[in-house]
T-cell receptor, first 114, second 113 residues
């Protein structure tokens, strides 16, 4: 069965500190992997995605994610968070051989303190 | 330059009174989606259109219907809203290919009184 797990429902981080959000997946083969961000009252925006190649993927807004096949993980990181990074972050997986719907994780709410 | 536009931003309806939410896109994407998102939860796919082909998720209630009169527009009709249908409704679009990015609108927040 396909699934996406984001173990952390809520994370609080100080402005300027580093951030890491965890994502684990269960899928038949290596899927497309995505991170989306949702600011309050807004739709989702793609931060980055991975399918193959370099396992460290750079995204927008200074985010990066690392794919680890052995751990079935795709964790999102940012070296130094800004207050504007306060949002909900969703990991998602999708098929690689054809178009198919995404499966989203439950999300991680990030709060940034001064 | 809004690419996926949802109207209205906020919608209040009465219990049992039909309501329609609208979505338009300027991206000319083949695929349009409707998601329901309740507070602090992941978006839940209700259905999608692949061009004119309608695809309903197995667990989408019959109360929810959709129309796509042309490439640019898609509507979500809730025939008899219940209190449990209060949620954010997100429209999204994508090209029809593996790994294609979803473009989301800002959503319509539906309240049911």
């Amino acid at each position: 069965a396909q699934s996406v797990t984001q173990p952390d429902i809520h994370i609080t981080v100080s402005e300027g500190a580093s951030l890491e959000l965890r994502c684990n997946y269960s899928y038949g083969a290596t899927p497309y992997l995505f991170w989306y961000v949702q600011s309050p009252g807004q739709g989702l925006q793609l931060l980055l995605k991975y399918f193959s190649g370099d396992t460290l993927v750079q995204g927008i807004k200074g985010f990066e994610a690392e794919f680890k096949r052995s751990q079935s993980s795709f964790n999102l990181r940012k070296p130094s968070v800004h207050w504007s990074d306060a949002a909900e972050y969703f990991c998602a997986v999708g098929p690689t051989d054809s178009w198919g719907k995404l499966q989203f994780g439950a999300g991680t709410q990030v709060v940034v303190t001064p | 330059d809004a690419m996926v536009i949802q109207n209205p931003r906020y919608q209040v309806t009465q219990f049992g009174k039909p309501v329609t939410l609208s979505c338009s896109q300027t991206l000319n994407h083949n695929v349009m989606y409707w998601y329901q998102q309740k507070s602090s939860q992941a978006p839940k796919l209700l259905f999608h259109y692949y061009d004119k082909d309608f695809n309903n998720e197995a667990d989408t209630p019959d109360n929810f219907q959709s129309r796509r009169p042309n490439t640019s527009f898609c509507f979500l009709d809730i025939r008899s809203p219940g209190l449990g249908d209060a949620a954010m409704y997100l429209c999204a679009t994508s090209r029809a290919g593996a790994g294609e990015k979803l473009f989301f609108g800002s959503g319509t927040q539906l309240s049911v009184l």
